[in-house]
């Protein structure tokens, strides 16, 4: 069975710019989470959906935002990229909403120029 | 003060040695405990996954939760070359999926 994958693997922007960044789950699994991982830095938290509901939201500005498909795909949008948003964005799914663990896919890799 | 500590080493040590790897916390709502596996340039891959306090073992790695003095502890016996790679430590309470991880540690095992 296919892992987490996610869409492009590298990406280079200029600030100002939108970026959108897509995830496909674990094939079952109905909840994507989305983190930034700044280099260095363990994984930071941004958005959880489950069943096209947002379940949680971590400390991020409303530049980012995220939504998930019938599909159960999904979608990262940030808007007015800053330097400070270069980083590995990371999909993870898991079967249900809570209670199970996390698999994650390999990431895009963002650099904000 | 961060919710979940780590030493991000880097730790390096000789093929065939026992590694030792920790995380401290501070929310004592947290249940469930991970630790993923990180190459460079790659997504982290899943470990180890254990819920309340206790002991798990799977081949190599062992992990350890206590939870009354909110310390976990990865066990990585017979190591080798390609165990070189970030580590690191997650964790979660009862709602929800929000993981807060550890910085990571960076570990290096040498032939």
């Known amino acids: 069975d296919a892992g987490v994958t996610q869409s492009p693997t590298h990406l280079i922007k200029t600030r100002g710019q939108q970026v959108t960044l897509r995830c496909s789950p674990i094939?079952?699994?109905?909840?994507v989470s989305w983190y930034q991982q700044v280099l260095g830095q363990g994984p930071q938290f941004i958005f959880q959906?489950?069943?096209?509901?947002?379940?949680g939201r971590g400390n991020f500005p409303d530049r980012f935002s995220a939504r998930q498909f019938p599909n159960y795909s999904s979608e990262l949008n940030v808007n007015a990229l800053l330097l400070g948003d270069s980083a590995l964005y990371l999909c993870?799914?898991?079967?249900?909403?809570?209670?199970?663990?996390?698999?994650f896919g390999p990431g895009t890799r963002l650099l904000v120029l | 003060q961060k919710e979940v500590e780590q030493d991000p080493g880097p730790l390096s040590v000789p093929e065939g040695a026992i590694v030792s790897l920790n995380c401290t916390y501070s929310?004592?709502?947290?249940?469930?405990f991970m630790w993923y596996r990180q190459y460079s340039r790659k997504g982290p891959e899943l470990l180890m996954y254990?819920?309340?306090?206790g002991n798990k073992e799977d081949g190599r790695f062992t992990a350890q939760v206590d939870k009354s003095s909110k310390y976990i502890s990865l066990f990585i016996r017979d190591s080798q070359p390609s165990d070189s790679a970030t580590y690191l430590c997650?964790?979660?309470?009862?709602?929800?999926?929000?993981?807060?991880f550890g910085q990571g540690t960076e570990l290096s095992v040498k032939p």
């Open positions: 993870a799914s898991q079967p249900g909403g809570a209670g199970e663990t996390q698999y």
């Open positions: 094939s079952g699994h109905k909840s």
């Open positions: 959906y489950y069943e096209k509901e947002e379940r």
């Open positions: 929310n004592s709502a947290f249940q469930y």
């Open positions: 254990t819920y309340s306090s």
């Open positions: 997650a964790m979660r309470n009862n709602q929800g999926g929000k993981l807060i």
